[in-house]
């Protein structure tokens, strides 16, 4: 099985609306600062806690952070988690374990420790916070670790490949993000940890600036199409259609456009 092919890729490049050399040209000129990486990290974190359904405004969680301003742990402590994932990843290399490792502090307030950072033992559908429908069913119980495992081998792969355009980079990270959650790996945390590891993918392959993309903003500020173009594919983790996977893909680096704060 192929989880990260090219198939779709000249009509993907056909449909860019950004020209990402420049786009991320600008990214690159912020400055690498730990208060930069405190900001734009505070921003994604809550941003991507926020499609989950936490109920701290983005502002707020960055007064949290950079201001020291006080809020009810139970309004933290989520948001907390996944900013702290979000440094680990900016420190370690992108690997299984290391992925492993970021699972397990985005979730600390959410799932018991024996859950974090585990493949998941049970069936799984994925349900959007806002609405409460019943969205897809992810990989079975029988195939989830199998598959995973079969999937973060291309992932490897890939990262290996050192002669991949800017296109190319956007392209597989939107798909790495899009295969993660259709295969659902954890008993929970699965969308803000596929989200993280796009961005994470993003820095390996471009630089570390790549951590001040907005993506999750963008996601958040289109939650519905977010959720819909998600939905393209199908209920059925075995009926996935892939060729409906470019509405969701473009997202990526339509996220370009709102990188000014």
């Known amino acids: ?15 860019l609306k950004a020209d990402l050399e420049k786009s991320f040209a600008e990214i690159e000129k912020i400055e690498l600062t730990p208060r930069n990486f405190s900001f734009y990290n505070s921003v994604s974190a809550m941003a991507s806690a926020k499609i989950e359904g936490e109920p701290l405004e983005i ?21 907390n988690d996944l900013y702290n994932a979000y440094f680990f990843a900016k420190d370690n290399k992108l690997s299984f374990n290391n992925l492993m490792t970021t699972h397990s502090l985005a979730t600390v307030h959410l799932l018991p420790e ?10 799984m559908l994925v349900i959007d916070n806002k609405t409460g429908n019943i969205e897809y ?50 008993s929970d945390g699965n969308g803000r940890t596929a989200r993280l590891l796009e961005k994470w993918f993003l820095a390996e392959k471009l630089d570390e600036q790549a951590w001040f993309i907005q993506s999750e903003k963008h996601y958040f500020d289109n939650h519905d199409q977010y959720y819909k173009n998600l939905a393209r594919l199908g209920f ?25 704060l």
């Open 59 to 79: 502002d707020s969680f960055v007064k949290y952070k950079l201001l020291n301003v006080e809020y009810l742990p139970e309004l933290t402590e989520k948001p």
């Open 137 to 186: 069913e992810a990989a079975t119980k029988l195939e989830v670790e199998n598959l995973f495992n079969l999937f973060f081998t291309e992932i490897d792969k890939i990262l290996e490949n050192k002669k991949l355009s800017i296109e190319e980079i956007f392209y597989y990270a939107a798909f790495i993000h899009l295969i993660f959650v259709k295969i659902h790996p954890f």
């Open 236 to 260: 059925f983790y075995d009926q996935l259609k892939y060729e409906n996977s470019l509405p969701f893909v473009l997202m990526l680096p339509d996220s370009l456009a709102i990188n000014k």
């Open 114 to 123: 024996n859950q974090r950072g585990v493949i998941r033992k049970t069936e």
């Open 1 to 15: 099985m192929n989880f990260l092919q090219k198939t779709y890729f000249e009509q993907y490049k056909s449909l």
